[in-house]
């Protein structure tokens, strides 16, 4: 009976090791799938048609409305880059020092700043409509997107970030396990 408790502990123990050298490249892919939602539709209007994608609310362009004859300028938003491309930066960051340190210290502060860059990127997919600023062309009306609906890009990249925060609170849990 003993034997099968050691053989199962150290079966148990190998896995754990498995998870925590590929948690780092599962977070760079949970950060790159992240930055790729962001070619889909971000923002949707109440009827459902597409507003903008997420690049295009992070990077700006025209917008067409009224069959192009008034148009909407949004302009690059710090913010919405910070969502988007946030967590693939965070997680590349984070593979390189978990690679180079053993120090379970540092790796806990890394794994706590992790869940800060994914829970940033959720609480901003949140409400990204109102960072989301556009002015209407040949004018200085200025607006937001608050009454815009998440699209689907939107409710991708917080379904990831929120895997992200699962990740980064395992990986933090598991610099004990040793």
């Known amino acids: ?11 148990r123990n190998e896995m754990l090791k498995k998870i925590k050298a590929l948690l780092p490249l599962i977070m760079i892919a949970l950060g790159l799938l992240i ?3 962001g070619l889909l539709p971000a923002l949707k209007a109440n009827n459902g048609d597409a507003i903008m994608s997420g690049y295009r609310s992070v990077f700006g362009g025209t917008i067409p409305i009224v069959d192009n ?7 690059f938003n710090f913010i919405n880059f910070l ?4 967590p693939l930066l965070g997680s590349l960051a984070f593979y390189f020092v978990s690679k180079r340190s ?19 990127s959720i609480y901003i997919f949140d409400d990204l409509g109102s960072y989301t600023k556009g002015v209407l062309t040949g004018t200085t009306i200025e607006f937001t997107y608050s009454a ?12 990831l970030g929120m895997i992200g925060l ?3 609170i395992l990986h933090g849990i598991l610099q004990f396990k040793d």
């Open 83 to 86: 969502a988007y491309l946030l």
């Open 148 to 159: 815009a609906k998440l699209g689907v890009g939107g409710i991708i990249a917080t379904i």
């Open 102 to 120: 053993n120090d379970q210290v540092t790796n806990v502060v890394y794994a706590a700043a992790l869940f800060l860059v994914f829970f940033t």
């Open 69 to 75: 004859f008034v148009s909407i300028d949004v302009q």
């Open 166 to 168: 699962v990740g980064s």
């Open 35 to 37: 930055a790729l939602s």
């Open 1 to 11: 009976m003993n034997s099968v408790i050691i053989t199962l502990l150290k079966r």
